[in-house]
């Protein structure tokens, strides 16, 4: 079992998914995306994306993501934070953060101590560049 295995699993509830915002895109997201749907910018952008001045996020429907449907549609391409989320390191900054996003993810592992599950993620983000869930 791996790190990330040892602290998170995915069990696809898409409560992350949810609210009437998204996370902004870089434009290394946007590429990502628009190859994992075949997609070209210009498609990519006028059936997904909500662009407001410089910010690029993914549009919404009923409260979630216009992505999300039993499951992210774009996971192979998926934005990289939302790759990373919940594992984000705001964790480590303390054991607040760690019980409000723990407790709006059932993925966590919450059979662990918070010190447990820092000491892990750390080892994770010491071994590699960033985390992907």
């Avoid at 009437?20 to 870089?26: A, E, F, G, K, M």
């Avoid at 946007?30 to 749907?37: D, I, P, S, V």
């Avoid at 192979?76 to 996003?101: K, M, S, T, Y």
Wanted: charged share 25%.
């Amino acid at each position: 079992m791996d790190i990330i295995e040892r602290i998170f699993k995915c069990t696809r509830c898409g409560f992350c998914c949810q609210g009437t915002t998204t996370v902004s895109l870089s434009e290394d997201d946007r590429k990502r995306m628009g190859t994992a749907l075949g997609l070209s910018k210009q498609e990519l952008e006028e059936r997904f994306l909500k662009i407001t001045a410089s910010v690029v996020q993914m549009k919404t429907e009923d409260g979630h993501c216009v992505f999300y449907n039993n499951g992210c549609l774009v996971h192979e391409g998926r934005p990289w934070r939302c790759a990373q989320w919940p594992l984000v390191p705001a964790l480590l900054n303390g054991e607040d953060n760690f019980h409000i996003i723990s407790e709006s993810c059932p993925g966590i592992n919450k059979h662990i101590s918070y010190s447990d599950f820092c000491a892990l993620l750390k080892e994770h983000y010491h071994l590699h560049d960033t985390v992907i869930c």
